[in-house]
């Protein structure tokens, strides 16, 4: 069965410093990733995909992911954190099956400390 | 978010009551989709269509009834709703070809049922 995993369900990191939000996924065939955000009381906002090409995806806000196929990873990364990334971070994969479904995680809750 | 547009963005309804959602999309998306995402729990994929055919009905109780008359518009009929049927619900839309494939949501309606 095709699936995605969020570890953690809340990351706290203090703001300036690094930060990463894991996503592990399991799919048939070569994946379609993708990371969305969402604010409070908002819909969800896409923010990058991996679909081929390079690993490492840069996308909207100063984040990237990279993608490690040996892993099945997709981890979200931002080299330094503002206050106002504090959100929802979902990853989702394209089902593979030709059904036009997306699998989404059950999000991670960022939180950035002043 | 102006790209999918939802309405009404609140709604509150009694248990027999009828009302309906409304979303419409203005990228040139074929495929659509209805979600329902609940305080703690994770995102759950109701429908899904694709060029105004539903290719995905997510074991949805026949309490709630999609209607996609074009690749534009998407209705959601809710009817003899019950408490727990209260979420947000979020529409999407996105592109089945290309190298698109993103979702892009709309801002969601929050659905309070008494």
């Known amino acids: 069965a095709q699936s995605v995993a969020q570890p953690e369900d809340q990351v706290n990191v203090a703001e300036g410093n690094p930060l990463t939000v894991k996503c592990t996924y399991s799919?048939?065939?070569?994946?379609?990733l993708f990371w969305y955000v969402q604010y409070p009381n908002r819909g969800l906002q896409f923010l990058l995909k991996?679909?081929?090409?390079?690993?490492l995806v840069k996308g909207s806000y100063g984040f990237e992911a990279e993608f490690n196929k040996s892993q099945t990873s997709f981890h979200l990364k931002k080299p330094s954190a503002l206050v106002s990334d504090s959100a929802l971070y979902f990853c989702?994969?394209?089902?593979?099956?030709?059904?036009?479904?997306?699998?989404f995680g059950t999000g991670t809750r960022l939180k950035v400390l002043a | 978010e102006t790209g999918v547009t939802q309405t009404p963005r609140h709604l509150v309804m009694g248990m027999t009551n009828k009302k309906s959602l409304k979303c419409e999309q203005h990228?040139?998306?074929?495929?659509m989709y209805w979600y329902k995402q609940s305080a703690k729990k994770p995102l759950e994929l109701m429908f899904v269509?694709?060029?105004?055919?539903?290719?995905e009905n997510n074991s949805v109780p026949s309490r709630f009834s999609p209607e996609c008359p074009n690749s534009s518009h998407l209705f959601l009929h809710l009817h003899t709703l019950q408490p727990e049927d209260s979420a947000l619900y979020l529409c999407?839309?996105?592109?089945?070809?290309?190298?698109?494939?993103?979702?892009?949501f709309g801002p969601g309606t929050r659905l309070t049922v008494t």
């Open positions: 989702a994969v394209r089902d593979t099956s030709g059904t036009y479904k997306y699998i």
């Open positions: 991996y679909i081929t090409g390079d690993n």
């Open positions: 999407a839309s996105s592109s089945t070809s290309g190298l698109g494939y993103e979702q892009y």
């Open positions: 990228l040139g998306h074929n495929a």
């Open positions: 269509y694709n060029f105004k055919e539903q290719t």
């Open positions: 799919v048939s065939g070569n994946p379609y």
